[in-house]
C-alpha cells in the first residue's frame, strides 16, 4: 500500500477483555516497530521486527502483551485482560533498513472501560 | 532520570518568528538523531534525520546535533501557521528503535 495502515482506528473495550490490533506495513520494509502513545506524552518502544531475526520485545510493559509478524508482513498486537491503564494511541512504523527512516500508521486509540 | 529530556512548552510565537525547540540526553550510545513533526489525531512523520554531530539544512529547518554537550535542537526559519503541531525528538544507537522525548507543541499564530 502507499503507507503504513493501522485497524480499527479506534477501540472502545471493557476492562478484562483481550484486543488484536493490527498493522499493515509498507510492502518490502523489512522493520516493523509498535509504539504506544499516551496523552500528552512521547513515543513508549514495545516490539521491534527485523526480518527474520528474533524480534526485540524489550519494551513489552507485562506479559498481557504479544505481538507477531506473519509472513514478515502484516503484524498484530494483541493486549489480554485488559487494564485502564493500557488506554492509549498505539503506533505502528516500518523501515526498509536498519537507519532510514520510520514512516508511522495513524495509529489505534485504544480506551478502556 | 528520562534518557531524552525534551523542552516541555507550549510554544506560541507569532508568524515569521524563528523557532528553537531543544533536547538534551543522557545516553552516549545515541548516534541517530531525528525530528518528527505531529499533528493531533495523526502519526508522526519525519522531519530531520542526522547521523552524529553537526548541522543538517532543509528548506526553513535546521538541525544541530552537538554529541558533546548531548544536545540537540531544531530551528524552524519564517515560521508558518501550519508548523502548528507538536515537535519530537528520537534518538537511536543504530540498533534499530528509538527513544523519544515527550514533545513540543508549537502555535503559530497569523
Known amino acids: 500500500g502507499a503507507g503504513v495502515s493501522q485497524s480499527p482506528s479506534n477501540k472502545v473495550t471493557e476492562k478484562g477483555k483481550d484486543v488484536e490490533l493490527r498493522c499493515d506495513p509498507i510492502s518490502g520494509h523489512t522493520a516493523l516497530y509498535w509504539y504506544r502513545q499516551s496523552l500528552g506524552q512521547g513515543l513508549e518502544f514495545l516490539i521491534y521486527f527485523q526480518g527474520n531475526s528474533a524480534p526485540d520485545k524489550s519494551g513489552l510493559p507485562s506479559d498481557r502483551f504479544s505481538a507477531e509478524r506473519t509472513g514478515g508482513s502484516v503484524s498484530t498486537l494483541t493486549i489480554q485482560r485488559t487494564q485502564q491503564e493500557d488506554s492509549a494511541v498505539y503506533l505502528c512504523?516500518?523501515?526498509?533498513?536498519?537507519?532510514?527512516?520510520?514512516?508511522f500508521g495513524q495509529g489505534t486509540r485504544l480506551t478502556v472501560v | 532520570q528520562k534518557e531524552v529530556e525534551q523542552d516541555p512548552g507550549p510554544l506560541s510565537v507569532p508568524e515569521g518568528a524563528i523557532v528553537s525547540l531543544n533536547c538534551t540526553y543522557s545516553?552516549?550510545?545515541?548516534?541517530?538523531f531525528m525530528w518528527y513533526r505531529q499533528y493531533s489525531r495523526k502519526g508522526p512523520e519525519l522531519l530531520m534525520y542526522t547521523y552524529s554531530s553537526g548541522n543538517k539544512e532543509d528548506g526553513r529547518f535546521t538541525a544541530q546535533v552537538d554529541k558533546s554537550s548531548k544536545y540537540i535542537s531544531l530551528f524552524i526559519r519564517d515560521s508558518q501557521p501550519s508548523d502548528s503541531a507538536t515537535y519530537l525528538c528520537?534518538?537511536?544507537?543504530?540498533?534499530?528503535?528509538?527513544?523519544f522525548g515527550d514533545g513540543t507543541t508549537l502555535t503559530v499564530k497569523p
Open positions: 528520537a534518538m537511536s544507537g543504530g540498533a534499530g528503535k528509538s527513544t
Open positions: 512504523a516500518s523501515s526498509n533498513q536498519l537507519y532510514s527512516e520510520a514512516f
Open positions: 545516553n552516549s550510545a545515541f548516534q541517530y
